[in-house]
């Protein structure tokens, strides 16, 4: 293995943006770093709390603060960006366009990929916590095209 120069840190390929919370995270949670087998680095995006995010759409102010974050971790190293909040799907294409390594925001994006494994008449089930805020317009996040899915949201 060849070893460049240009990082003070080295062998986090993974970079993850969090939320700016405060809760609990065990051992599997994304936000604990004890859940992979290899080092992870994270990035705080201040001012994004929960509430900003998890509505009917993340608040738009918030992309800026987000693409700058994501752009620290690509300078810092990453070869990969995810998120901690699948709410974050709506910023999907300006956060991979804004960098020049793939990014993640949200488990939603394995969806298109799923409804075309799946055969006509089927649909994909997903668990949230907060249903009755995902809409169309986090699926168009990740799909880049309107979706044609009856979206049903069971409390």
């Given at each position: ?30 936000g ?56 974050l ?42 249903g ?24």
């Open positions: 293995m060849k070893l460049r120069g240009g990082f003070t840190n080295y062998g986090e390929t993974i970079g993850i943006l969090m939320l700016d919370t405060r809760f609990p995270r065990p051992r599997g949670d994304i604990n770093a004890l859940s992979y087998d290899f080092p992870v680095r994270y990035k705080i995006v201040r001012g994004a709390h929960a509430t900003r995010i998890m509505g009917d759409q993340p608040d738009p102010t918030l992309i800026e603060p987000f693409i700058a974050a994501a752009r620290e971790l690509e300078a810092d190293g990453v070869k990969a960006i995810t998120t901690t909040c699948g709410f799907a709506p910023f999907q294409k300006q956060l991979a366009a804004a960098v020049n390594i793939p990014v993640f925001t949200s488990s939603l994006i394995q969806a298109p990929l799923i409804h075309a494994m799946l055969p006509p008449g089927k649909v994909i089930g997903i668990f949230t916590e907060r009755h805020h995902m809409n169309e317009g986090h699926f168009r996040g990740v799909a880049g095209r309107r979706t044609r899915s009856r979206f049903r949201s069971r409390a």
